[in-house]
């Protein structure tokens, strides 16, 4: 006689994923995500530290100087100039035609 007996809790569980199941993947997964988002913050923060007013071509140390009243992070080393956002617009506005004169 072929007896069937019920699937044990167990083996109904191995089968298909339970809502619990389910709900522990998700939080896996956003554990993961966490860690890999502070990693990355992590790692960002090491590079700003390590290249914070650096030349970005020889690496020494920039020292900043006023020009009127424009900042400019010069490399005593390579005197290299560094610019901010926004800084070479400025000095276009008060040299009428600095750029224009460079990249036309
Ligand atoms: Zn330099």
Known sequence: MD????LGQHEVAAKAPTKEDEFFRKEEAAA???AEADRKERERAEQKELHYM????????????????IMIDKCPECQGLWLDHGEL???NT???????????
Do not use: N, T, Y
Request: hydrophobic share 25%; aromatic share 8%.
């Open 32 to 34: 993961r995500e966490r």
């Open 54 to 69: 650096r030349c970005p071509k020889c690496g020494a140390e920039l020292v900043e100087e006023a020009h009127e009243s």
């Open 3 to 6: 007896e069937k007996r019920p």
């Open 89 to 91: 617009e400025k000095i």
């Open 94 to 104: 008060r040299e009428k035609g600095f750029l224009s004169r460079w990249f036309s």
